[in-house]
């Protein structure tokens, strides 16, 4: 009996092995742009003789059944079906802009720009580049397609839906629009990177504020910039508490995890007596992440990956979302605020909100996630309130933080400021 269980052992393993290898194999790039519906090459078309284009986003991770049992089938369809999307020529875009810099994290390609009047706005790619996040050992075992494959687990327009949800939510939000835009004289050198490709098009975190309509808010600071204000030049300077807990439980109800100080904005506000900040997150890829099939689920696990969650109906494992960013802001806010922003975000986002937020989307896209979507964000706003309550108490029995956030490295902070934002001066915020 034992060689036999031995013998059935080495088979499974075998086949898993196998079908892993298998799976993997089905993809042999690691990147690729998207892909105009009917057109081979893209160079000898005169795009200024249209005003739209049938693209997909992506035929890169298109599946087959071995590769959705092992990959998971995610959003591969959103990401192969054609949409008509405007095309955009950036010397005539808001009257001209100019390029400032070529920027992007780890996988996205974004170019920065500037109007006229100073607001800035950036190109991010709709299509991601993961390539520099592959391990060499992943290489070497030719397993670098699960790292490629996984963008597949991203809705490629899910940034389009969250903006609308957070208008009504009144979030702050950077305003996507998703736009192609072809290679053309005015990009000069960025053509081979920037040229025919996808963006989403929306407005940058930082420089001028003219653009979001608040009265006295005329600046926007990225996170270390706002730290900066506060400690280095002593301003005395708040967070809105309750802004920076609403969005927080925003991010909740659309299952983004990836929320670190990088990702968010704030819009100064002055009064005669100090400076306000309210939060606006940006960087949507990772809302609505579906994450599914054999190879996903081993590697993402609550030990290794807390915070890499699937969006499913419910939460399963809370505290793998809270992270240093809450810690160092939040840590000291008051329990009562989470209740209230629950509510207010459980009243402000109704089924017909929801519901209305998912028009954004393309026909074809809405009939391929838009119902499911909409019933996970409904039962996640349903269960906000017991969301809350968690949320705080995790953040409030956190260890402070020791190590500088995300992107503020550069900072000379004693252990005091490192411990938390409102650890010098008053921070005592109403509404």
Not at 212 to 220: D, K, M, Y
Not at 331 to 356: P, Y
Not at 416 to 427: I, P, R, V
Request: aromatic share 10%.
């Amino acid at each position: 009996m034992g060689k036999k269980v031995l013998l059935a052992v080495i088979i499974v393993i075998a086949l898993f092995v196998g079908f892993t290898y298998w799976s993997l194999s089905s993809t042999s790039k690691t990147f690729d742009t998207c892909e105009i519906v009917g057109r081979e090459e893209m160079k000898q078309i005169n795009f200024r003789e249209f005003d739209s284009v049938l693209v997909a986003a992506s035929t890169l991770y298109e599946g087959n059944t071995i590769k959705n049992i092992m990959q998971g089938e995610q959003y591969r369809k959103a990401w192969s079906t054609p949409v008509k999307v405007p095309i955009v020529f950036l010397d005539t875009l808001l009257d001209g802009v100019h390029i400032l810099e070529e920027g992007g994290g780890h996988q996205t390609h974004s170019l920065k720009l500037k109007t006229a009047d100073g607001t800035l706005l950036t190109l991010r790619s709709v299509s991601k580049d993961p390539s520099p996040l592959i391990p060499k050992v992943a290489e070497s075992l030719g397993l670098e397609n699960i790292v490629v494959d996984g963008i597949s687990a991203q809705h490629p327009y899910a940034a389009l839906v969250v903006a609308k949800l957070a208008d009504a939510a009144k979030i702050l939000n950077t305003r996507p629009r998703l736009v192609f835009v072809p290679e053309q004289d005015f990009l000069g050198n960025y053509n081979e990177k920037f040229g025919n490709r996808l963006f989403l098009l929306e407005y940058e975190t930082e420089g001028n504020a003219q653009w979001l309509g608040i009265n006295a808010v005329r600046t926007l600071l990225d996170t270390e910039d706002l730290q900066e204000l506060k400690f280095e030049k002593n301003k005395n300077v708040i967070v809105d508490h309750s802004a920076l807990v609403r969005a927080r439980l925003f991010d909740l109800l659309i299952g983004d995890w990836d929320r670190h100080s990088k990702q968010w904005g704030w819009a100064i506000k002055d009064s005669s007596e100090m400076k306000v900040a309210i939060p606006m997150p940006c960087d949507r890829d990772n809302a609505f992440f579906n994450l599914e099939g054999v190879l996903p689920t081993l590697i993402s696990n609550n030990t290794f990956l807390p915070e890499v969650q699937s969006f499913e109906s419910d939460i399963d494992f809370l505290k793998g979302l809270v992270s240093p960013f809450d810690i160092y802001f939040m840590r000291d806010f008051d329990e009562n605020i989470f209740e209230v922003e629950a509510r207010e975000l459980q009243v402000l986002l109704s089924d017909e909100e929801i519901t209305k937020a998912f028009a954004v989307w393309p026909k074809e896209i809405r009939e391929l996630d838009a119902d499911n979507l909409i019933g996970k964000i409904k039962q996640r706003r349903n269960d906000l309130v017991t969301y809350a309550k968690e949320f705080h108490d995790v953040v409030a029995s956190a260890e402070p933080v020791t190590e500088p956030l995300n992107g503020s490295e550069d900072l000379k902070l004693n252990d005091t400021q490192l411990a938390c934002f409102s650890c010098s001066g008053n921070d005592n915020n109403e509404r």
